[in-house]
């Protein structure tokens, strides 16, 4: 595998250490905890697990945790409701409401509510509205981890092909505006996108953020490219045995990365980088509400 392994544990590692260092110092200095609510709606087992993951990362960087569970019935007033108490309540930081919410409930009202100034996953208009002006905003996690990650392979992304394949708000839109920052030429690609191939065989960054498993192939790869998986797939995995499944991102890993210059596995890539983004923007949160400048993490 001539690719350099982009490890989401080193990367996220590096992202806690700076927060726990941080959290300390807001402590010490201004006697202020960060504190993260998480609102989990209903069972989804992988929400349960990323809901977990957000918990034990508090506890590792010293931020408190406040976990809020609402049956899976609940109403979007009732949500809704909850998100207003904890605008209003000084002790909290940030606010993440865990995506996705059962179908009764608007995805984007949620957003709609909280408020900017809590809303730790950078998905409200005014936080996607600043970073597209490229002003000071909350930068939703997934992207700044891509982000930070291929900053960590190459400092200077300058004048680089980038192509992000997918548009969503929560990764591609805000993934496109940081390369853009980085004076990267950006194309964004989609379902539409025609002769994707081509297009992904010019980049010499290449995000997959679609959503579907192995979606990208080994052919589609310039050689030398930095690549970014953000797809999270679980697929049947029967060779470990009956009914049981494993996790693999949009690309095709194994015959990709001998062609790549660096690639993110799946699991242990871009995902960690998720909560440990999710720790930075917590303890950013805290600093901006108290009126003191953004900590260095
Ligand atoms: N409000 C939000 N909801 C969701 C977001 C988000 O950013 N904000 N993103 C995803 C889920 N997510 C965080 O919430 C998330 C995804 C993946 C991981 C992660 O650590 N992945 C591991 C594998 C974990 C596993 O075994 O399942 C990895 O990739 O190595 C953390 C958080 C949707 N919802």
């Not at 002006?133 to 680089?160: E, F, W």
């Amino acid at each position: 595998m001539p690719a350099t392994l982009i490890d989401g544990k080193h990367y996220s590692a590096e992202v806690k250490a700076r927060v726990a260092v941080g959290v300390e110092a807001l402590k010490a200095q201004h006697g202020i905890t960060p504190a993260l609510a998480v609102v989990l709606v209903g069972e989804d087992p992988a929400s349960k697990v990323y809901v977990a993951s957000k918990g034990r990362a508090c506890a590792e960087v010293g931020i408190r945790s406040i976990e809020h569970r609402l049956p899976e019935t609940t109403s979007e007033d009732k949500l809704l409701a909850l998100v207003r108490q904890l605008n209003d309540d000084p002790e909290v930081s940030g606010i993440l409401v865990q995506f996705p919410v059962p179908a009764q409930i608007s995805q984007q009202a949620v957003i709609n509510t909280i408020d900017p100034l809590k809303d730790v996953d950078g998905l409200h208009p005014l936080n996607a509205g600043r970073l597209a002006s490229g002003l000071d905003a909350m930068v939703p996690c997934t992207p700044y981890g891509a982000y930070l990650m291929l900053k960590g392979v190459r400092d200077d992304l300058s004048g680089l092909k980038a192509l992000v394949i997918g548009r969503s708000n929560l990764v591609g839109k805000p993934v496109a505006q940081l390369l853009l920052k980085e004076n990267c030429t950006v194309t964004m690609a989609h379902s539409r996108t025609k002769d994707l191939r081509a297009e992904a065989r010019a980049a010499d960054i290449l995000v997959a953020a679609i959503g579907r498993p192995h979606f990208v192939q080994a052919d589609w790869v310039k050689p030398g490219a930095l690549v970014i998986d953000v797809g999270i797939n679980r697929i049947p995995a029967p060779e470990k045995g009956e009914g049981k499944t494993r996790l693999v991102g949009d690309v095709d890993f194994t015959p990709a990365s001998e062609i790549a210059g660096a690639i993110t596995p799946v699991p242990g890539g871009v995902g960690l980088m998720t909560v440990a983004c999710l720790m930075r923007n917590t303890l950013i949160a805290a600093h901006r509400q108290a009126g003191l400048a953004d900590p260095a993490v």
